[in-house]
């Protein structure tokens, strides 16, 4: 599964204990992330991300067109609600997107805990059969 990592900056230290908390299961999955928040995952963990741009510089956009492309399986997203964004336009264009896309998104510790058990569980199967069905297609 392709999993995307974004975290605010108030936020960045509690995504990075949940990499390491989950890492041997994320370690198992394909990572993306934007730039900032990658750099602290993998200063802290052994796990390696593909790191795209700052979210505020074109970041959440980037990982807005895997989504759009119905290639993103799951995005973390530890946003702070308490603290005004720049790019908030683009925070709302990647959360909009998902929900086009019926794409799993946790934006909190509580949801992103529950996704994560749910795919090592294999509740997140059927993503895999979105993929089949959409390369019998091309
Ligand atoms: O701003 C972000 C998401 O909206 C995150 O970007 P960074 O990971 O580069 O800090």
Redesign the pocket.
Known sequence: MKIAF????GKKADLVNFAKAYESILSKHELY?????GTRIMEQTKLQLHRFK???LG??QEIGALIAKNLMDIVIFFRDPLTP?P?EPD?LALLRLCDVYSIPLATNMGTAEILIHGLERGDLNWRTLIHEKENENK
């Open positions: 974004i975290a605010h900056d992330s934007t730039g900032t928040t700052s979210g505020p970041g959440d964004q790019h925070i």
